[in-house]
């Protein structure tokens, strides 16, 4: 029966029918971006993505060079930090960190004025200053880090997919201007789409790539 | 300056401007899924979902009436469990759950030599029979939980959101056609469409409805 099939091989045969369906619309992917822009097809049934989805200069491979050396990785949201691969992190050495609920970081939030959103990207920013920054919610986050690299912060990558209808195609062209301008690398999905379903299957594309860098004999079929 | 706009400010505008955009496009929501698909939106910013989603008679009513009971909640991934508004389930007296990482149930999976997904619903429809059950991701889970409803299990509420390109259109099919039959609610995002995302934005939607039955003096926008 269909469904007693393993979810590796459903996960192989989802990938082909994307690759599949990408190509029936005549759209050839530039191979290094592909793994990322596949994974969040993948996760979000959304072929917009193909047209939203803007990458640096080499942003995936740099980001995945990263990863390899223990890079960790901050999000903006628990949902998000729950949708990042631990074992697949952890075997690179790496971890990832969601400051949202740190009391902390509420006591400072409250204290600043500002939202918890904005003092957790602050105190990522001090804390761990050449991490993966990765926003799939809080449009103020990305404005945060935007201010953060104007002020010299150099994140390894900023992942930028906040969702909604307030702020966010500003907080995404902001960043992407100020990442190219600091020559810092960015992903980030232009529009209003996006959330932290997308910014997991990111995270967890560029994961995958930084263990086939790591061991190349084990390189699937991603 | 935006980016220094509260949060509820922007939650409000938002859910202003997809107002505006869905009467834009002529289309009139059923007063009472309105929250549920506003939410929705608000999550993913794709007004597809104005034609996917899909309500058993009065399921977000009944859903939100068992919330207001302490009904608990259980859902496939801990993705969806972290986007669950915890304070505002705490007020109601309930409580959310996943299986997904519970040792027992991988112990379970591999003896019963199935996914971990399908075990983790079995627990859940052993432990808490009478729960809402969310699947933002799995078709198998969706699948089972049909069998088990086949079988006698009357769960408040199924939310069949899974996400994807393999089983997962048949998956919804299939759980919405057996809910029908048993006479179970059931909210559903037909199509390859949905996730875990979606799976919390329906849940909390239900449960800021449940805390307006149970406190209509507090009545907010949604």
Redesign the interface.
């Given at each position: 029966m269909?469904?007693?099939?393993?979810?590796g091989d459903?996960e192989r045969?989802?990938m082909q029918?994307?690759r599949q369906e990408i190509a029936g619309l005549g759209v050839t992917l530039k191979e290094e971006n592909a793994p990322v822009i596949l994974r969040v097809i993948?996760?979000?049934?959304?072929f917009a993505y193909l047209e939203t989805l803007t990458f640096s200069p080499k942003a995936a491979a740099l980001a995945s060079e990263a990863l390899t050396k223990g890079t960790p990785i901050v999000t903006d949201?628990?949902?998000a930090?729950?949708?990042v691969s631990r074992p697949g992190l952890k075997k690179l050495g790496g971890e990832a960190f969601c400051f949202m609920a740190d009391p902390a970081v509420a006591e400072k939030a409250k204290r600043d004025g500002?939202?918890r959103?904005v003092a957790a990207m602050r105190h990522a920013a001090e804390t761990l200053p050449g991490a993966i920054l990765a926003v799939g919610n809080?449009?103020?986050a990305l404005?945060?880090i935007a201010e953060e690299i104007e002020a010299g912060l150099r994140p390894a990558l900023v992942v930028a997919v906040p969702?909604?209808?307030?702020?966010?195609v500003?907080?995404k062209e902001r960043i992407v201007s100020v990442c190219r301008k600091h020559n810092v690398p960015v992903i980030a999905a232009m529009?209003?789409?996006?959330?932290?379903?997308v910014a997991?299957a990111i995270l967890n594309a560029l994961i995958y790539s930084a263990a086939d860098l790591l061991d190349p004999a084990a390189r699937g079929w991603n």
């Amino acid at each position: 029966m269909a469904e007693h099939r393993l979810p590796g091989d459903i996960e192989r045969s989802s990938m082909q029918i994307i690759r599949q369906e990408i190509a029936g619309l005549g759209v050839t992917l530039k191979e290094e971006n592909a793994p990322v822009i596949l994974r969040v097809i993948h996760a979000t049934a959304d072929f917009a993505y193909l047209e939203t989805l803007t990458f640096s200069p080499k942003a995936a491979a740099l980001a995945s060079e990263a990863l390899t050396k223990g890079t960790p990785i901050v999000t903006d949201t628990n949902m998000a930090l729950s949708g990042v691969s631990r074992p697949g992190l952890k075997k690179l050495g790496g971890e990832a960190f969601c400051f949202m609920a740190d009391p902390a970081v509420a006591e400072k939030a409250k204290r600043d004025g500002t939202t918890r959103a904005v003092a957790a990207m602050r105190h990522a920013a001090e804390t761990l200053p050449g991490a993966i920054l990765a926003v799939g919610n809080a449009p103020t986050a990305l404005f945060q880090i935007a201010e953060e690299i104007e002020a010299g912060l150099r994140p390894a990558l900023v992942v930028a997919v906040p969702v909604g209808f307030v702020n966010v195609v500003e907080s995404k062209e902001r960043i992407v201007s100020v990442c190219r301008k600091h020559n810092v690398p960015v992903i980030a999905a232009m529009g209003r789409k996006g959330g932290s379903s997308v910014a997991a299957a990111i995270l967890n594309a560029l994961i995958y790539s930084a263990a086939d860098l790591l061991d190349p004999a084990a390189r699937g079929w991603n």
